[in-house]
């Protein structure tokens, strides 16, 4: 099993940026592919950023193209997602989830963190 631990959620103005971390438990943490996603309440849990465990190649909710990046660090274990620009928009619950391959949907993905919460005010 893999235990993910995000952090780094907090409130933050509007063009403010945060930076969460995801810290994954299990030392093989390079043979998953990692996602982002976030789920405001009353709505579903969407799709955010996703990184491929092979050649690190990533891929992006439209939402969120040229203001957030996805990077990983195996050595550490350790999934980012850099948020700049911030919008009230990107208030949510943000989830860092692994898989055993890139995808793109919550279903694909076998193991999930608690959350962390995001807030930007206006």
């Known amino acids: 099993q893999v235990q993910l631990v995000e952090s780094g959620g907090g409130l933050v103005q509007a063009g403010g940026s945060l930076r969460l971390s995801c810290a994954a438990s299990?030392?093989?943490?390079?043979?998953?592919?990692m996602g982002w996603f976030r789920q405001a309440p009353g709505k579903e849990r969407e799709f955010v950023a996703a990184?491929?465990?092979?050649?690190?190649?990533?891929y992006y909710a439209d939402s969120v193209k040229g203001r957030f990046t996805i990077s990983r660090d195996n050595a550490k274990n350790t999934v980012y997602l850099q948020m700049n620009s911030l919008k009230p928009e990107d208030t949510a619950a943000y989830y860092c989830a692994a898989s055993r391959t890139i995808a793109t949907m919550t279903g694909f993905y076998d193991y999930w963190g608690q959350g962390t919460q995001v807030t930007v005010s206006s």
């Open positions: 299990k030392r093989t943490f390079s043979l998953y592919s």
């Open positions: 990184i491929s465990r092979s050649d690190g190649s990533t």
